[in-house]
């Protein structure tokens, strides 16, 4: 099992900037793939960004494609999104996942609101 600790939300007006992190421990993530998802309020949960730890590959959803920037620090076996031109449509509870390649999320943080005013 992959501990997951997200930090970094809250409240940012439209056209800011806010940085995610999300803290692993319990596993070695050469293996895994990091993702960030969000769920907005009546929505069903989406995915966002991803990232394959062994060689950095990354993956966008169109929505935040050229505004958000999925990175890793090995060091600190932390995974952050970068978020930049954020619009109120990006209010949702962004939660950090990790998958063993191949395989499902099935690793989760306890996720962390991103508010943003209009």
């Known amino acids: 099992q992959v501990q997951l600790v997200e930090s970094g939300g809250g409240l940012v007006q439209a056209g800011g900037s806010v940085r995610l992190s999300c803290a692993a421990s319990?596993?070695?993530?050469?293996?895994?793939?990091m993702g960030w998802f969000r769920q907005a309020p009546g929505k069903e949960r989406e995915f966002v960004a991803g990232?394959?730890?062994?060689?950095?590959?990354?993956g966008y959803a169109n929505s935040v494609k050229g505004r958000f920037t999925i990175s890793r620090d090995n060091a600190k076996n932390t995974v952050y999104l970068q978020m930049n031109s954020l619009k109120y449509e990006d209010t949702a509870v962004y939660y950090c996942?990790?998958?063993?390649?191949?395989?499902?999320?099935?690793?989760w943080g306890q996720g962390t609101q991103v508010t943003v005013s209009s």
């Open positions: 996942a990790a998958a063993r390649r191949g395989q499902t999320y099935d690793n």
């Open positions: 319990g596993r070695t993530l050469s293996s895994y793939i």
């Open positions: 990232l394959t730890w062994s060689d950095g590959n990354t």
